[in-house]
């Protein structure tokens, strides 16, 4: 799919990346405790007694969690594992009060599932390659250690000790930055529409850990780092970019990769070692004494199943075959749930509107919205989700404009005010008297005037020169000032010019 080399001195080095993705699991309290997971609490403010590791505290788990991890897995077509098993991963460190952490190692929920990207963006079903996931196990997360606080001391917040997490392991598939970006992009997408993570990676509910190694193109595979906690789809391909280069410099200089964990500073866009790279076998793991193995019955599989959306490609694909949208369009559609959700309610609410099927009205309204509308929020610093406008609002303005009560040019200033005011586009319309006129006296005054005052191009035009008809209506609906019903003036102009 992508050819991505590194030019070295030595040759051709091909780039090796895996992706262990940490995504917080949406529901409203932790794995194992009834505690909340709400972002932005006061430090240390939803801390149950098991989070904090207190004698005698046993935990039990959350069946929201383990559901939506199900439902995670069946998204990416994955091996759902009816027995799972939980496990003790023993490390000390002051953000982990109770000494280890409980994962799977040996027995995840989820099994061997995939993830199918593109790197074409006016052409999604185009070279699509198909990125294997190996695993997807659900864990605890740990506190947070802030330095910042105090001048000798650091300070622990406790509120994500215990928050849920998916940790879902790609095979090392990917081979450039691009399709290690894509390949986040797709899955961020695909939790976003089964809800199961909300994927603000800003705010640390979804995360990457980079494993990036080289070889010379065919031979084995080298050794590999781990660069950990990258917050953003730009960051890590910034990061498989700087490693990369990075070690084909150490290699090519004769030295050795080590394997260890190293960490992205997005300020000088570079890697730094952190620790050398433990193995499973440092962590001491061991079968959790506290927690029964997990036995999910066909029932609750089948449950969860039932209850997935629609997925980004399938949606894609019926944009495509059913309502006749171009690829592109289709697949910035529905590559944002939000975005989705809100074209299928500006068509609905258009088809309506104009007593016409969906598929009548879609591409009408795929091209408005991607046009114009995306357009007049970014200009005001909106987003679909906090916009003035809403489907329904938008859905009139089509309307009016589908029923020739406006142009497509006054439109756009319907638009602008509607996003101003919040007022309805029948009401602007009322009020400015911008409704489209089709007085084919008032249409001929004008084009008379201005043939009159063009006589040269009417000359060039009758000579042969027939793309100036353009310029003759250009004018016309500037002196209508934008109203002139655009089909009238056509029809009168090519009259007046014989």
């Given at each position: 799919m992508s050819n991505y080399r590194i030019q070295g001195a030595t040759g051709e080095w091909e780039v090796i990346i895996g992706l262990e993705v940490h995504a917080q699991i949406t529901t409203a309290a932790k794995l194992f405790s009834g505690a909340a997971t709400a972002f932005g609490a006061e430090p240390n403010a939803q801390v149950s007694l098991i989070d904090a590791a207190m004698p005698g505290m046993l935990p039990v788990p959350n069946q929201e969690c383990i559901r939506q991890a199900v439902r995670t897995g069946l998204a990416i077509d994955a091996q759902i594992n009816s027995y799972s098993r939980f496990d003790r991963k023993n490390y000390f460190y002051a953000d982990l009060p109770q000494g280890y952490q409980i994962s799977q190692l040996y027995h995840p929920i989820v099994g061997e599932g995939h993830v199918d990207i593109s790197l074409d963006d006016k052409n999604p079903d185009a070279e699509v390659k198909r990125i294997g996931v190996e695993r997807i196990h659900v864990e605890q997360d740990a506190g947070k250690l802030m330095h910042d606080q105090h001048p000798t001391m650091s300070y622990v917040d406790l509120n994500r000790s215990g928050v849920a997490l998916m940790e879902i392991v790609s095979r090392p598939d990917m081979r450039s930055p691009a399709e290690a970006g894509a390949y986040l992009r797709k899955l961020r997408s695909i939790l976003r529409y089964v809800g199961s993570?909300?994927?603000?990676?800003?705010?640390?509910?979804?995360?990457?850990?980079?494993?990036?190694?080289?070889?010379?193109?065919?031979?084995?595979?080298?050794?590999?780092?781990?660069?950990?906690?990258?917050?953003?789809?730009?960051?890590?391909?910034?990061?498989?970019?700087?490693?990369?280069?990075?070690?084909?410099?150490?290699?090519?200089?004769?030295?050795?990769?080590?394997?260890?964990?190293?960490?992205?500073?997005?300020?000088?866009?570079?890697?730094?070692?952190?620790?050398?790279?433990?193995?499973?076998?440092?962590?001491?793991?061991?079968?959790?004494?506290?927690?029964?193995?997990?036995?999910?019955?066909?029932?609750?599989?089948?449950?969860?199943?039932?209850?997935?959306?629609?997925?980004?490609?399938?949606?894609?694909?019926?944009?495509?075959?059913?309502?006749?949208?171009?690829?592109?369009?289709?697949?910035?559609?529905?590559?944002?749930?939000?975005?989705?959700?809100?074209?299928?309610a500006l068509a609905d609410a258009t088809a309506a509107a104009q007593a016409k099927t969906k598929a009548e009205v879609a591409k009408q309204a795929s091209n408005w919205l991607l046009s114009e509308f995306f357009g007049a929020l970014n200009k005001i610093g909106r987003t679909l989700e906090n916009s003035p406008v809403g489907p329904e609002a938008a859905a009139e303005l089509l309307a009016l404009v589908g029923n020739s009560t406006i142009s497509g040019t006054i439109a756009k200033q319907v638009l602008e005010k509607m996003l101003e005011t919040g007022d309805g586009a029948g009401v602007i319309v009322e009020r400015e008297g911008l409704k489209q006129t089709s007085d084919t006296g008032a249409i001929d005054a004008a084009i008379a005037g201005i043939l009159a005052a063009n006589a040269d191009k009417v000359a060039q035009y009758k000579g042969g020169k027939e793309a100036l008809f353009g310029f003759f209506v250009g004018q016309t609906m500037k002196v209508m000032q934008g109203k002139a019903n655009p089909q009238v003036v056509n029809e009168l102009l090519k009259k007046a010019l014989g």
């Open positions: 993570c909300d994927g603000n990676m800003e705010e640390g509910s979804m995360r990457a850990d980079v494993n990036v190694s080289v070889r010379k193109v065919g031979d084995e595979l080298g050794t590999r780092t781990e660069t950990k906690n990258v917050n953003s789809v730009r960051f890590v391909m910034a990061t498989v970019e700087h490693e990369a280069n990075r070690q084909v410099d150490v290699l090519e200089s004769g030295g050795k990769i080590v394997q260890e964990t190293r960490l992205f500073d997005p300020d000088t866009g570079t890697t730094r070692s952190m620790r050398s790279k433990e193995d499973a076998h440092d962590y001491r793991y061991f079968p959790d004494p506290d927690l029964l193995p997990l036995v999910l019955e066909p029932g609750f599989i089948e449950d969860c199943r039932a209850s997935l959306p629609e997925l980004p490609d399938a949606k894609r694909h019926r944009y495509e075959t059913v309502l006749g949208l171009t690829p592109y369009a289709a697949g910035v559609l529905t590559a944002e749930v939000e975005t989705a959700l809100w074209f299928e």
